[in-house]
Structure formats: structure tokens, C-alpha cells
């Protein structure tokens, strides 16, 4: 299950943007089946940059947390969103003076972000039942056998 959804994506990009992304495929659009066909071709790249997004969220996330999350926090949702929709656009190439400048934006702050919960320096509010094991934050745990040798044990040697 994913940080966020395709209709989540969707919202966030206009429709006469996905036309560019798709590229010249579809220029016939009175067409039914071109439509249709369009649609699947749409929600599979959405899908696609989902999945992108989760996985670049869950590269930043495994140095302090072990994800998937039973229950993930909100802020991922957003940081999600904004990944995805960068790598929909991006895939045609970011213009900074135009539009497209604000994916980037959005972009560079959900890294920002993503960097500074890998550091320690913020954290997402999860509770340790929300994570799929236990935090790396809360330390490192080892067990070990019983020591065998030591300076007394091994005086006289």
C-alpha cells in the first residue's frame, strides 16, 4: 500500500499537463478508446511514480524507522504527493521559469525534509506499534554468549 493515492496525484497535476507527459500518443481525443486507453496509460504512470515516491521516502526513512508503516503518518502522504508529481513532470524536463518550477520546489522541500528525519534532527510522530519493527532510533541491542577468555582466566599463559 502506498504513502498516497492516484486520485491524490491526479488532484495535484492539470489534466492539459498529462497530455505533454503522455506526449503525442493521443491526439484524436473524441475518440472513445483513445480516451479510455489514455486513462489506463495515465493511471499506470501515476502508479508508477507512486511507487518511485514510497521508494525514495523508505530509502530516507529506513535509517531511523523500518518501514512499511501499519499506520503511516500524514506528512508522508504529503511528501508522497509531491514526489510523485514531480516524477510525472520531470519526465518531460523541469522549465524553472514556468510552471513546473513549483514541482521542484515542492520536490526539494519533501527531500529537505526526508534528510533532516534521517539525521534525527526531525521526527514523524510514530509510535513503535505503527512501524513494522523496533526504531533504530531508540539504540542498537545485541546479544552474546558469555566472555571465555580473559586477564585472569588466562594468567600464567
Not at 504529503?78 to 514526489?83: A, L, R, T
Not at 509510535?127 to 513494522?132: A, F, L
Amino acid at each position: 500500500m502506498g504513502y498516497c493515492t492516484v486520485a491524490d496525484v491526479r488532484d495535484l497535476i492539470k489534466d492539459d499537463m498529462f497530455n505533454s507527459i503522455l506526449g503525442d500518443k493521443y491526439i484524436d481525443e473524441s475518440d472513445a478508446v483513445a480516451m479510455s486507453k489514455k486513462e489506463e496509460d495515465i493511471t499506470d504512470l501515476v502508479e508508477n511514480a507512486i511507487a518511485d515516491a514510497d521508494a525514495e521516502i523508505d530509502g530516507y526513512l529506513s535509517k531511523r524507522y523500518s518501514p512499511p508503516f501499519r499506520e503511516p503518518p500524514a506528512v508522508l502522504r504529503k511528501f508522497s504527493k509531491d514526489i510523485a508529481a514531480y516524477n510525472l513532470v520531470s519526465r518531460q524536463g523541469i522549465d524553472e521559469n514556468d510552471r513546473d518550477k513549483t514541482y521542484l520546489t515542492r520536490y526539494n522541500s519533501a527531500i529537505k525534509f526526508l534528510t533532516m528525519v534521517a539525521e534525527g534532527k526531525i521526527d514523524i510522530g510514530t509510535k513503535e506499534e505503527d512501524v513494522g519493527q523496533a526504531s533504530a532510533a531508540e539504540g542498537f541491542h545485541f546479544r552474546s554468549s558469555d566472555r571465555l577468555f580473559s586477564r585472569e582466566s588466562m594468567r600464567g599463559w
